[in-house]
């Protein structure tokens, strides 16, 4: 009896293990990986493809089982598609709702060290540093949409910061916190929206998934960064005082570094875009590194130019400084002057000083005029 019960476990663990293995190899994965995922792994990741699938209908056509118009711009696109992970300097990775990692791309190896087997299906929460959290959550979160949406999906852009955790040697890492390293994200979270009452235009939103592509900043050797000719690298201290600017700051801005050594960076960008800046000043000082968002940046006789600066937070013995590389677009609006510099550029010989002996001189003029008018307050009449 002992022997038949042994020998039905057998015959049922060898069907399940077959099981198994015909499971794994219906995944989108190379033979050499699936060959080697024990069940598990086979289970997360089938589970994390069907998501792919829920969120993604139509998928890849054909290969996911759906019937497709033939184009020859498809072809070309599918062939190209093939090669896009493979040049991108950064890794795609979708995240449902509840922080489940559905897809990432092998080249997320390449920046964390992590592979996309031991990442998908895991909550994204366990490689993201604790402080994150928080940040994440909200990313994912979806807030009621003040205008209703005529489209049953549409997507909203997000872009954020992620501290993520990394693996790679040290010198193959790049800059590295506490085994975290910063990664810039940009993508969107796709939004489905259910119609409650068509009379009433009543309707609820439910979040598909985050969809972006992952890019590591700059290391810390940012001063060996190859600089364009639209490129120019400063120090700052950590509260913005510029310390030193490279000289093809006067080619972009029009002001040479020794007008700018000793002010804040605040006084040379454009009212409107400080708010941002100040946002990724925040995020520079929390994270070490931070890729900033266009913002104008006033030249010196007129208008501004566009820039983006990447900046990293370069420690040593004495002090901390941020590093800066930024990316200048042309001057726009030269003729208008936003600034007392900018004035004082395009008027050398008009100052605030001359200025001001100019307003004493029409004040002087006029208590004159006023004492010649009381000492004759009645005009003469002849007689």
């Not at 497709?68 to 090669?83: C, M, N, Q, V, Y």
């Not at 540093?129 to 949406?149: R, Y």
């Not at 002996?357 to 006023?370: E, F, G, N, P, Y």
Request: with cysteine; proline share 4%.
């Amino acid at each position: 009896m002992k022997e038949k019960t042994k020998n039905a476990a057998k015959i049922r663990r060898e069907k399940e293990n077959g099981e198994f293995y015909e499971l794994a190899k219906l995944l989108p994965l190379p033979s050499a990986i699936t060959s080697q995922l024990d069940k598990a792994s086979i289970i997360r990741l089938t589970s994390s493809y069907l998501k792919m699938r829920t969120v993604f209908p139509e998928g890849l056509g054909d290969e996911w089982g759906q019937p497709t118009r033939f184009s020859p711009l498809d072809s070309i696109a599918k062939e190209l598609g093939s090669h896009l992970l493979q040049t991108l300097d950064g890794f795609v990775f979708v995240v449902a709702s509840d922080g489940k990692i559905m897809y990432i791309s092998e080249t997320a190896s390449v920046h964390l060290g992590l592979s996309q087997v031991e990442l998908t299906g895991n909550s994204v929460f366990e490689y993201i540093h604790p402080s994150d959290h928080d940040e994440m959550t909200a990313i994912l979160g979806l807030q009621q949409p003040q205008h209703h949406h005529f489209s049953p999906e549409y997507e909203i852009e997000r872009s954020f910061l992620l501290r993520m955790k990394c693996v790679l040697a040290k010198r193959n890492a790049g800059l590295t916190h506490g085994g975290y390293k910063v990664i810039h994200c940009s993508g969107y979270l796709k939004v489905r929206q259910y119609m409650v009452d068509m009379a009433l235009y009543e309707s609820c939103y439910q979040t598909m998934g985050l969809v972006a592509v992952g890019h590591s900043l700059p290391s810390s050797g940012i001063t060996e960064i190859k600089l364009y000719s639209n490129m120019f690298m400063f120090r700052a201290s950590l509260d913005f005082k510029l310390i030193f600017l490279d000289m093809r700051v006067a080619e972009l801005t029009g002001y040479e570094p020794q007008d700018l050594i000793e002010k804040t960076l605040y006084h040379h960008v454009h009212v409107c875009d400080i708010f941002h800046l100040r946002f990724a000043h925040h995020l520079l000082l929390l994270k070490g590194q931070v890729t900033t968002k266009y913002y104008r940046m006033l030249s010196k006789h007129g208008g501004w130019v566009w820039v983006q600066s990447y900046a990293t937070i370069v420690h040593n013995s004495r002090s901390s400084r941020p590093h800066f590389s930024t990316l200048s677009l042309d001057t726009e609006c030269k003729e208008l002057q936003l600034s007392e510099d900018q004035s004082r550029a395009s008027h050398p010989s008009f100052s605030l000083a001359s200025a001001q002996d100019h307003c004493k001189q029409l004040r002087t003029k006029a208590v004159k005029m006023k004492t010649k008018l009381r000492s004759v307050p009645y005009p003469e009449v002849g007689l």
